[in-house]
């Protein structure tokens, strides 16, 4: 696609319920980023994917996260039993290069609210 | 480790008067480095990257930052600040961790430009 895409753009839930995120990169990038970012604050990494592969999901804040992606398009964030704390701004990336120093190209975020 | 300090969380200017916004970084090796803008209610734009090429990097809207390696320090500066140059910047630097890339973020600088 033209640009990065995230759905939904925002997500009003509640607490205990699960909640899944998606985002299409553009199309024939290879590796794809999540972040959180709070309200007021920066961004907070999450997960990187190479491909279909997450060699580390050490930035997950809980095993209630989750993250998918298939072969080299969509992915989706799955958190389950969501917390107030979860309430956030989802942001994803996605870039040409395998390693650093690619420019990354996000989409306009998955707004999370929960109450 | 790599981390990224922005020094101002807060930064205001009146219309064309010059902006500085200051970013300190900490690495063992020179990193790629990049400069962010999220515009209020927007998707995050890539203003700028260093990659080692030129320690004076120009990028759009009139920014420019300038790798001082003694220093290490990367500060982003305009000559003359727009209204539309409202926004917050967030200072960016790669990292690589347990065979994961990051890109570690600052936690912004916002800037108020005044009529």
């Known amino acids: 696609g033209a640009g990065v895409s995230q759905s939904p753009s925002n997500k009003v839930t509640e607490k205990g319920k699960d909640v899944e995120l998606r985002c299409d990169p553009i199309?024939?990038?290879?590796?794809l980023y999540w972040y959180r970012q709070r309200l007021g604050q920066g961004l907070e990494f999450l997960i990187y994917?190479?491909?279909?592969?997450?060699?580390?999901k050490s930035g997950l804040p809980s095993d209630r996260f989750s993250a998918e992606r298939t072969g080299e398009s969509v992915s989706t964030l799955t958190i389950q039993r969501t917390q107030q704390e979860d309430s956030a701004v989802y942001l994803c990336?996605?870039?040409?290069?395998?390693?650093?120093?690619?420019?990354?190209?996000f989409g306009e975020g998955s707004r999370l609210t929960v109450l | 480790a790599q981390s990224v300090t922005q020094l101002d969380s807060h930064v205001s200017v009146s219309e064309g008067t010059p902006v500085l916004l200051r970013c300190n970084y900490s690495?063992?090796?020179?990193?790629?480095l990049f400069w962010y803008v999220q515009h209020p209610n927007k998707g995050l734009q890539l203003l700028l990257k260093?990659?080692?090429?030129?320690?004076l990097v120009k990028g759009i809207n009139g920014f420019e930052a300038e790798f001082k390696k003694s220093e290490t320090s990367f500060h982003l500066t305009k000559p003359s600040a727009h209204m539309s140059d409202a926004a917050e910047y967030f200072c960016?630097?790669?990292?690589?961790?347990?065979?994961?890339?990051?890109?570690?973020f600052g936690t912004g600088t916002r800037l108020k430009v005044l009529a």
């Open positions: 990336a996605s870039s040409s290069r395998r390693g650093l120093g690619g420019e990354l190209f």
């Open positions: 199309s024939g990038h290879t590796a």
């Open positions: 994917f190479q491909g279909n592969s997450a060699p580390d």
């Open positions: 690495s063992s090796y020179s990193p790629s």
């Open positions: 260093y990659t080692s090429a030129a320690t």
């Open positions: 960016v630097a790669p990292l690589l961790s347990s065979g994961t890339y990051k890109y570690i």
